[in-house]
């Protein structure tokens, strides 16, 4: 039983130390969400140093580890690093300022792995939005010049310059718009009382 364990935990080793001898550098590129397939995201033969002939005999093909879906492939004939499959940035990161994908580049005969890192740019794809249609606000007749009134935030799940920029109010003889920042950096808007009201 221990001499098993021992051959096996070696293998172990072994097979490890194969794994990280194959291993080579890792490749980066950028691009933007939404592109059509086809789309070149750049030259795999070109910045590894490959014939573009030896991607076909090498099986060159790309994989993203946990997930059946094929964003990426290769142009055997160019060696060009294409889109396969609709990007959404959005879908992958959401909020989140960075949003990289990572990919396994695998060559055979004899075998390499190259890491290839992409990095998804925010296009303005989606509208901004209010959580609802009608804002409601209560504001009583003795309220005085300046009183604010906070309207919440429209929401987008874009980020960056992409994202709400400003706000427009329609011309209006009582209030006037007024855009504020967050410590986030989110826009919002208040209502600014200019005239004072009467009811009747």
Known sequence: MMNRRSVIQSYGFVLFFVA????HGDLSYSVQEELKRGSVIGNI??????EVGRLSARKARVEIEGNDRQYC???LRSGDLIVAERIDR???CGEKPSCVLKFDLLL????ELHRLSLQVQDINDNAPFFQKDT???????SAAKGAR????????????????ESYILQENS??????QTTSAGSKYGELVLEKELDRE
């Open 73 to 75: 492939g290769i142009n």
């Open 45 to 50: 033969a070109k910045d590894l140093g490959l």
């Open 90 to 92: 959005e879908e992958h």
């Open 20 to 23: 990280v001898h194959y291993a």
């Open 135 to 141: 804002v409601k606000l209560e504001i009583r007749e």
């Open 174 to 179: 009582h209030f006037v718009f007024s855009i």
């Open 149 to 164: 009134y906070r309207i919440n935030a429209a929401q987008d799940a874009d980020i960056g310059k992409n994202s709400v």
């Open 108 to 111: 055979e005969n004899p075998l």
